[in-house]
């Protein structure tokens, strides 16, 4: 089967997500067989240096034996079972068990997911659950912020600022959307960062006044925003929330999906930026990509009160036929134990600084590069038509996606978001590879931008 006929197969009978259409039709489908490190290879044999990581998930890179051999060996003692009517099985438990040591609570409970979507959906209806046996059934609406990308169910992409939902009537009613904390793109002129972040905490202040602190049934934030493109909070913004959403009792859900195990540099998003929230959502990482499986992680207080929620009624009628897949759970087991103390976790820690030099080398060469944002293994370079104005080029000429597009000719796999380039590495990038990365990355660069002059 020849490359044309993958991608004509592939175009006939599948139907795509996230993908621009016109570009498919332009530039054909990459139908991928297989990976080596961090480099994927297609049906043509053509190889590609992946500096995504997937989509944020594959940490360990496309082959990592170890991970491979716990799941061929889950898949010889026990290939699936479920988590309802009091049976689970071992890996979960002790999965379970784990995932509460390694959290910032010591003390909680965790719930399984396929996805991070579904994990998010899943800590909704927790809330909505416990709040209404608490005799506060008002207590509904959901804050989050613009930017935010949360996910693609009804609930997750309601939670998700970004414009796209319009076209499915998203979201629904009581979702709210706060300002996102890009100090760089928000910040008014004159405004210093101390007063944005106050501005901010202002607006949500004022936000839970104008709603009603009784109708609010909890506050979802991701540690750094991801898919909004790489977003790190302005200074002191989680610590000038957190205590306006403690002062009126809104639980505060850090979504740790793409931060969480390693991304920032500490296991969790939150300690990067030193809040504890009561309850964390994971995903991706959670098994370095290689099975699908979401997580809530209750920190002591939501798990203790949703127990109690859950003594009347007898039962919490929420789950899905795949939590707790015990192949799931032993590759997560597997994948903890790689990221924390195979030296994955180590690497971004010690690398992040290269990797930071690196871009910043780059921006510095290339004048329409107008910031550079991120932390740990998760980069972005916003590209800007005018550096002094940041006036963003005309979304016509979609620089950003022109830049991804030399990238993949030249062998890198990078992603356009919104304006930005973003890069999120595998944590077992070596030096030579992250050379790699910068060079194609800057070539790409400099024929775009000579291309737009
Ligand atoms: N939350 C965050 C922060 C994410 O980045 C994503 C996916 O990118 C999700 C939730 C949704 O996860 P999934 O695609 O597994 O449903």
């Given at each position: 089967m020849d490359d044309k006929s993958w991608a004509a197969r592939a175009r006939e009978y599948s139907m795509y997500g996230f993908t621009d259409m016109p570009s498919v039709e332009d530039r054909g489908t990459i139908v991928l067989t297989r990976g080596e490190g961090p480099y994927v290879f297609d049906t043509q044999g053509r190889k590609w240096l992946d500096s995504n990581s997937g989509l944020w998930n594959m940490v360990a890179g496309f082959d990592h034996p170890g991970l491979i051999e716990a799941a061929k060996a889950q898949y010889d003692r026990f290939p699936g079972y479920h988590a309802f009517f009091g049976r689970m099985s071992d890996q979960t438990v002790m999965l379970s068990e784990k995932l509460v040591e390694v959290s910032p609570f010591r003390r909680g409970k965790v719930f399984y997911t396929n996805s991070g979507s579904e994990a998010n959906d899943t800590m909704v209806k927790m809330l909505w659950f416990l709040h209404r046996s608490e005799g506060k059934p008002q207590r509904r609406k959901i804050l989050t912020r613009w930017n935010a990308y949360h996910g693609v169910t009804a609930i997750s992409a309601s939670m998700t600022g970004k414009p796209y939902n319009e076209v499915f009537?998203?979201?629904?009613?009581g979702f709210i959307h706060l300002t996102c904390p890009h100090f760089w793109r928000?910040?008014?002129?004159?405004?210093s960062e101390a007063e944005f972040v106050a501005r901010l905490a202002r607006e949500l202040e004022d936000t839970i006044q104008r709603e009603g602190a009784d109708t609010i049934a909890g506050f979802f934030a991701e540690p750094v925003q991801g898919a909004g493109g790489v977003i790190p909070p302005a200074k002191g913004y989680f610590q000038a929330i957190q205590p306006i959403l403690k002062k009126h009792g809104i639980p505060f859900i850090a979504?740790?999906?793409?931060?969480?195990?390693?991304?920032?540099?500490?296991?969790w998003g939150c300690q990067t930026y030193d809040f504890v929230p009561d309850a964390i959502i994971s995903s991706k990482n959670l098994t370095a990509g290689f099975f699908p499986m979401g997580a809530v992680i209750l920190g002591p207080e939501l798990s203790d009160r949703l127990d109690a929620a859950i003594t009347p009624i007898e039962e919490f009628p929420h789950g899905f036929t795949a939590s707790g897949h015990p192949v799931g759970c032993a590759i997560a087991l597997k994948a903890i134990d790689v990221v924390m103390n195979e030296g994955l976790a180590q690497n971004v820690i010690d690398k992040a600084p290269r990797m930071e030099a690196g871009l910043r080398d780059i921006m510095q060469r290339h004048?329409?590069?107008g910031e550079l944002r991120g932390v740990g293994y998760m980069w972005a370079l916003e590209a800007v038509?005018?550096?002094?104005?940041?006036q963003p080029f005309?979304?016509?000429?979609s620089v950003s996606e022109r830049i991804a597009n030399t990238c993949t000719d030249l062998g890198l796999i990078c992603r356009p978001l919104g304006q930005s380039i973003v890069l999120c590495p595998p944590f077992i990038l070596t030096d030579a590879q992250m050379d790699e990365m910068f060079e194609k990355l800057d070539a790409a660069l400099t024929r775009v931008f000579d291309g737009l002059r």
């Amino acid at each position: 089967m020849d490359d044309k006929s993958w991608a004509a197969r592939a175009r006939e009978y599948s139907m795509y997500g996230f993908t621009d259409m016109p570009s498919v039709e332009d530039r054909g489908t990459i139908v991928l067989t297989r990976g080596e490190g961090p480099y994927v290879f297609d049906t043509q044999g053509r190889k590609w240096l992946d500096s995504n990581s997937g989509l944020w998930n594959m940490v360990a890179g496309f082959d990592h034996p170890g991970l491979i051999e716990a799941a061929k060996a889950q898949y010889d003692r026990f290939p699936g079972y479920h988590a309802f009517f009091g049976r689970m099985s071992d890996q979960t438990v002790m999965l379970s068990e784990k995932l509460v040591e390694v959290s910032p609570f010591r003390r909680g409970k965790v719930f399984y997911t396929n996805s991070g979507s579904e994990a998010n959906d899943t800590m909704v209806k927790m809330l909505w659950f416990l709040h209404r046996s608490e005799g506060k059934p008002q207590r509904r609406k959901i804050l989050t912020r613009w930017n935010a990308y949360h996910g693609v169910t009804a609930i997750s992409a309601s939670m998700t600022g970004k414009p796209y939902n319009e076209v499915f009537g998203l979201p629904l009613d009581g979702f709210i959307h706060l300002t996102c904390p890009h100090f760089w793109r928000y910040g008014n002129p004159g405004e210093s960062e101390a007063e944005f972040v106050a501005r901010l905490a202002r607006e949500l202040e004022d936000t839970i006044q104008r709603e009603g602190a009784d109708t609010i049934a909890g506050f979802f934030a991701e540690p750094v925003q991801g898919a909004g493109g790489v977003i790190p909070p302005a200074k002191g913004y989680f610590q000038a929330i957190q205590p306006i959403l403690k002062k009126h009792g809104i639980p505060f859900i850090a979504d740790e999906v793409i931060t969480g195990f390693g991304r920032t540099g500490n296991t969790w998003g939150c300690q990067t930026y030193d809040f504890v929230p009561d309850a964390i959502i994971s995903s991706k990482n959670l098994t370095a990509g290689f099975f699908p499986m979401g997580a809530v992680i209750l920190g002591p207080e939501l798990s203790d009160r949703l127990d109690a929620a859950i003594t009347p009624i007898e039962e919490f009628p929420h789950g899905f036929t795949a939590s707790g897949h015990p192949v799931g759970c032993a590759i997560a087991l597997k994948a903890i134990d790689v990221v924390m103390n195979e030296g994955l976790a180590q690497n971004v820690i010690d690398k992040a600084p290269r990797m930071e030099a690196g871009l910043r080398d780059i921006m510095q060469r290339h004048a329409n590069i107008g910031e550079l944002r991120g932390v740990g293994y998760m980069w972005a370079l916003e590209a800007v038509k005018d550096p002094e104005t940041r006036q963003p080029f005309p979304g016509h000429l979609s620089v950003s996606e022109r830049i991804a597009n030399t990238c993949t000719d030249l062998g890198l796999i990078c992603r356009p978001l919104g304006q930005s380039i973003v890069l999120c590495p595998p944590f077992i990038l070596t030096d030579a590879q992250m050379d790699e990365m910068f060079e194609k990355l800057d070539a790409a660069l400099t024929r775009v931008f000579d291309g737009l002059r």
